[in-house]
């Protein structure tokens, strides 16, 4: 990753008015040391005609700890963060719903394309090292559940918490309150997390109001 590139992705954040956690230089710095299969990898591309991704070796994923909703095409090194981020996700749905997720919804992981707001710039979907999320969805509580349950009725059936509807839902105790609060603390919790997804992008990033955006890229950026 070129300085520019980086700087390119930075100013971005800036002028959307929300900071980055770590300055450029030190997310450089800091990022150099870990070792990531596909760190040293050429991301600039060029801005016109047919699209040309780096060879790169690519896995069926279908999910460790949860299962996704469409089996994934990732790289092998991104898959193992996917599942310490499904760990991580486990953990908090069993904190506030009391039961995992039954699948994990989203839109897409390889796609042979530019970053839309910089076409001179490789996507990580490009590389399969990046995911986009759109919904956790809960299977219904059984009988015996139900009668120890003190979670509202409509979450004790089934249901999906989704960044679209959910992500600025209001913050009470209603359903929709504990998706938001789902949805948040799991972010949170990643955000504390740089060893799982170096790149965080959710609904305050531009074309991201209906999912979280997680990538390896070699740089650190958080827009949530």
Not at 125 to 144: C, Y
Not at 191 to 200: K, Q, S, T
């Amino acid at each position: 990753m070129h300085r520019r590139d980086l700087t390119l992705l930075c100013l971005l954040a800036l002028t959307a008015s929300i900071a980055l956690t770590a300055s450029p230089a030190q997310a450089e710095d800091d990022l150099e040391h870990e070792g990531y299969a596909l760190d040293a990898l050429p991301r600039r591309v060029d801005t016109s005609g047919p699209m040309r991704c780096p060879e790169v070796a690519l896995i069926p994923y279908a999910g460790t700890a949860l299962i996704w909703k469409k089996e994934l095409k990732v790289h092998p090194d991104f898959a193992k963060r996917l599942a310490q981020f499904e760990a991580v996700a486990r953990s908090v749905a069993t904190r506030i719903y009391g039961r995992a997720p039954a699948r994990i919804a989203h839109l897409g992981s390889y796609n042979c394309r530019r970053i839309r707001r910089y076409p001179d710039l490789l996507s990580e979907h490009g590389i399969g090292n990046a995911i986009d999320i759109s919904a956790f969805e809960f299977a219904a509580l059984t009988k015996a559940e139900r009668k120890t349950s003190t979670l509202p009725k409509a979450l004790q059936r089934s249901f999906s918490a989704s960044i679209l509807s959910h992500w600025d839902s209001p913050d009470d105790a209603r359903a929709t309150g504990y998706h938001r609060r789902f949805l948040r603390e799991l972010a949170a919790e990643l955000e504390r997390r740089p060893d799982i997804f170096r790149v965080l992008l959710g609904p305050a990033y531009p074309g991201h109001k209906d999912h979280f955006h997680f990538d390896c890229a070699p740089y650190r950026l958080v827009v949530l």
